[in-house]
């Protein structure tokens, strides 16, 4: 069976945690790609809200296997932690597996983090402080340390002491900071972590192949968006890992002819949190109504969130780079109470038109959003099961954006709940 990847198309926080969950429903395997627990996935089942950072969403469901793949940075304490917390709610996580291929957050990456912003002051980047970064930073300059380290205690000591030679050396000339001690670290990771995640840790490339050849339906699940991307993404303001689809193949282990559909999750607007260009971003007043409205405030960091109009330029870029078969629309409930609506089909900057975001960042900072205008639908559409119930207004403004983009758009969410959502035909 071919694979389905779900990836975000904005700056994150698209409402990917709930269709994720709605498309797992067929889905025999969910396996995390990328990122780590700088992600916050929220999925209300029942009433019940169930906040995610590291753990697939696929299990919410008993027929799933939720796997973390080996593109993913696992931060352990923030794991077990999540797997308590969904044991205590009636959830069984026996069946997760971590890729021994995986990386570990070490404590002294989550410091890095934390120092390198503050010595940017101004120029920072607006990170998590999760130790993302610096983790993948590691892994591309092979001193870091993968789950399966954890296995061999011998060698896990090693590469510590050898990594640890020259973060103490940055601590304490760069930073002046105290140096971090490899027996602490040890002692958390080989006697606190590992008895725990032991059983969980798994060649999980060969999970994966087994489960397509057996003709299981698998669904490769981004966090963060293509905005966020290290390649395609606003760089610097970016996250240090790939979240479109192609990271897909390299962070659970499949080449591309395996997958064949890709969910692109949009919401029908903007937001963004941290710093970097932003065209469409509101301000004042209209900004704030958002922010309270739709309760825009950081899963992981609960910092406001910026807020814009919806971009149609960033959503053909994301078609292109993912290669979108259909998109899904969250959250247009939360545009309910504004009596005018904007859409952006094109950036103008100087004299010229663009329908992408222009190659040079300098000029994504300058561009001038062309708008198009609708009115609202001014209702509460958090009850709307069916395309009829969709006032007219709310239907236009999806079509306009399907046909700016030219993408079917199948999906409508319209409330937080598993049921609250439309099929479009
Ligand atoms: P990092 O991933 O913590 O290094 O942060 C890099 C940038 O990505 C910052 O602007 C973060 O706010 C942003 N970011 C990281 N994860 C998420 C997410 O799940 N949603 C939205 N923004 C994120």
């Known amino acids: 069976m071919p694979a389905t990847v779900v990836v975000g198309t904005q700056w994150g926080d698209e409402g990917k945690g709930k269709f994720t969950d709605l498309v797992a429903k067929e889905m025999h ?41 080996n593109g993913v940075v696992v931060h352990p304490a ?16 026996s069946r997760l597996r971590v890729s021994g291929n995986a990386h570990l957050i070490m404590p002294y990456h989550e410091e890095l983090d934390t120092l390198t912003e503050r010595w940017l002051g101004k120029n920072r980047l607006g990170t998590t402080k999760s130790g993302i970064g610096p983790t993948y930073a590691d892994k591309a300059t092979r001193v870091g340390l993968r789950v ?12 510590l002491d050898i990594v640890l030679k020259e973060k103490n050396r940055i601590f304490a000339k760069v930073y002046n900071r105290l140096p971090v001690s490899a027996d602490d670290i040890a002692g958390h990771y080989l006697d ?16 994966v192949h087994e489960a397509l050849d057996a003709g299981s ?51 029908g ?7 970097g260009p932003f065209p469409t971003e509101m301000h004042g007043e209209e900004a704030d109504r958002l922010i309270e409205w739709a309760g825009e405030f950081g899963t992981v960091t609960g910092r406001r969130r910026r807020v814009g109009w919806f971009d149609v330029p960033m959503l053909r870029q994301a078609i292109r780079l993912n290669s979108i078969s259909e998109v899904a629309l969250a959250k247009i ?21 663009y329908q992408y975001p222009p190659y040079h960042q300098s000029e994504l900072h300058k561009v001038r959003p062309v708008y198009e205008e609708l009115p609202g639908w001014r209702t509460d559409l ?32 319209v409330g937080p709940s598993r049921h609250q959502f439309v099929h479009l035909s």
Do not use: W
């Open 29 to 69: 395997m969910v396996v995390r790609y990328q990122g780590g627990h700088n992600a916050g996935h929220t999925i209300v089942v029942e009433g019940e809200t169930f906040a995610l950072q590291l753990v697939p969403s696929g299990v919410l469901y008993d027929h799933i296997t939720p796997v973390i793949g």
């Open 78 to 93: 923030t794991l077990l932690a999540e797997v308590d917390m969904l044991t205590s709610r009636g959830i069984d996580c």
């Open 148 to 159: 399966q380290d954890l296995l061999d205690a011998k060698i896990f000591r090693e590469k």
């Open 192 to 207: 606190e972590y590992l008895p725990r995640m032991g059983p969980m840790i798994a060649d999980t490339v060969s999970m």
């Open 217 to 267: 339906n698998v669904l490769l699940e981004g966090a963060q968006a293509t905005f966020l991307d290290l390649d395609h993404g606003t760089y610097p303001y970016v996250t240090s890992s790939n979240p479109v689809a192609g990271g897909a193949c390299t962070g659970a282990g499949v080449g591309p002819r395996h997958i064949d559909r890709v969910i692109g999750v949009a919401k």
């Open 269 to 275: 607007y903007l937001t963004r949190v941290g710093s």
């Open 333 to 353: 409930d939360k545009l309910d109470q504004f009596d005018v609506l904007k859409v952006c089909v094109a950036y103008e900057y100087e004299g010229k038109r």
């Open 382 to 413: 958090s009850d709307a099961e069916q395309v009829e119930q969709l006032p007219d207004q709310a239907r236009d403004f999806v079509k306009l954006i399907s046909a700016e983009a030219r993408i079917p758009i199948h999906l409508l969410g």
